[in-house]
């Protein structure tokens, strides 16, 4: 079973064209993205980096390590 998957961010929307475009090239949560995206998450440090075989399927830890640091660079801790 795979994770949950968003919209995909470059599919066409009516306003704007692309998600990607409310996003500044040079926004620090490109960068945030960038990093996350090259860790290796399959090391022993990190658990649950791969999906379950049943039940509802979660979401990926890449994008919630990325929404994450997202907040901890703007002071805004999470909800739960």
Same mark, same amino acid.
């Given at each position: 079973?795979?994770y949950?998957?968003?919209? *995909?961010?470059?599919?066409?929307?009516?306003l704007?064209? !692309?998600?990607?475009?409310?996003?500044? &090239?040079?926004?620090?949560? +490109?960068?945030?993205?960038?990093?996350?995206?090259?860790? *290796?998450?399959?090391?022993?440090?990190?658990?649950?980096? !791969?999906?379950?075989?049943?039940?509802? &399927?979660?979401?990926?830890? +890449?994008?919630?390590l990325?929404?994450?640091l997202?907040?901890?660079?703007?002071?805004?801790?999470?909800?739960?």
């Amino acid at each position: 079973m795979n994770y949950r998957q968003g919209t *995909d961010r470059n599919r066409i929307q009516l306003l704007p064209p !692309s998600i990607e475009d409310y996003v500044h &090239p040079q926004a620090p949560v +490109r960068v945030i993205d960038v990093f996350v995206n090259d860790l *290796d998450l399959a090391k022993p440090e990190f658990t649950k980096t !791969s999906p379950a075989l049943m039940g509802r &399927p979660a979401y990926d830890p +890449r994008g919630l390590l990325t929404l994450h640091l997202y907040g901890c660079l703007h002071r805004v801790r999470s909800s739960r």
